[in-house]
T-cell receptor, first 113, second 111 residues
Framework: NAGVTQTPKFQVLKTGQSMTLQCAQD?????MYWYRQDPGMGLRLIYY???????DKGEVPNGYNVSRLNKREFSLRLESAAPSQTSVYFC????????????FGPGTRLLVL | QKEVEQNSGPLSVPEGAIASLNCTYS??????FFWYRQYSGKSPELIMF????GDKEDGRFTAQLNKASQYVSLLIRDSQPSDSATYLC???????????FGRGTSLIVHP
């Protein structure tokens, strides 16, 4: 039982490049989330998926897209990376989206030059 | 103004003391409150979860809710150097059922 896994662990991009961050959970959770964490800013919600087949914007969605591929997998795509997207990205999951504990993956450190 | 506020710290306490961490929230309708611990370079992990109907104790950790003043506290008794981490408070806010996170409070427990 691996919990929430994320790939890659670390990535360096040049401005304008694209990439997809992968996330998978094996806890049969319905809801999944993508956060970014910047120094002094705490965790900010980018997108979430309350259940398979649905996605919604969070606090900071601009410059990102998501896909809920199936119940296990939720990917985050940067179409044209910008230096402002340099951050640590965490994927999380919860049994449902209503007041439930979230379980976090190990994070992806992204540097955009 | 963020909907969940925390003092960024650092809060420094000696080993064996009680560490008291506070978090204020703006949504009076919030029903559930979470405390996560995050070690440097690691992901957040849940340490306490309380509903609006009462306080909760779990080992050395106690979470207390003051609904009138809209703040939730985390008390860590007999603090250990291994408790040194950033503590994140989270609560649903702004009509959303998804918790909003505070910026976190850095706790340092020195021997």
């Amino acid at each position: 039982n691996a919990g929430v896994t994320q790939t890659p662990k670390f990535q360096v991009l040049k401005t304008g490049q694209s990439m997809t961050l992968q996330c998978a959970q094996d806890m049969n959770h319905n809801s999944m989330y993508w956060y970014r964490q910047d120094p002094g800013m705490g965790l900010r919600l980018i997108y979430y998926s309350a259940s398979e087949g649905t996605t919604d914007k969070g606090e900071v969605p601009n410059g990102y897209n998501v896909s809920r591929l199936n119940k296990r997998e939720f990917s985050l795509r940067l179409e044209s990376a910008a230096p402002s997207q340099t951050s640590v990205y965490f994927c999380a999951s919860s049994e449902t989206s209503v007041g439930e504990t979230q379980y976090f993956g190990p994070g992806t450190r992204l540097l955009v030059l | 103004q963020k909907e969940v506020e925390q003092n960024s710290g650092p809060l420094s306490v000696p080993e064996g003391a009680i560490a008291s961490l506070n978090c204020t929230y703006s949504d009076r309708g919030s029903q559930s409150f979470f405390w996560y611990r995050q070690y440097s370079g690691k992901s957040p992990e849940l340490i306490m979860f309380i509903y609006s109907n009462g306080d909760k104790e779990d080992g050395r950790f106690t979470a207390q809710l003051n609904k009138a003043s809209q703040y939730v506290s985390l008390l860590i008794r007999d603090s250990q150097p291994s408790d040194s981490a950033t503590y994140l408070c989270a609560a649903p806010s702004g009509g959303s059922y998804i918790p909003t996170f505070g910026r976190g409070t850095s706790l340092i427990v020195h021997p």
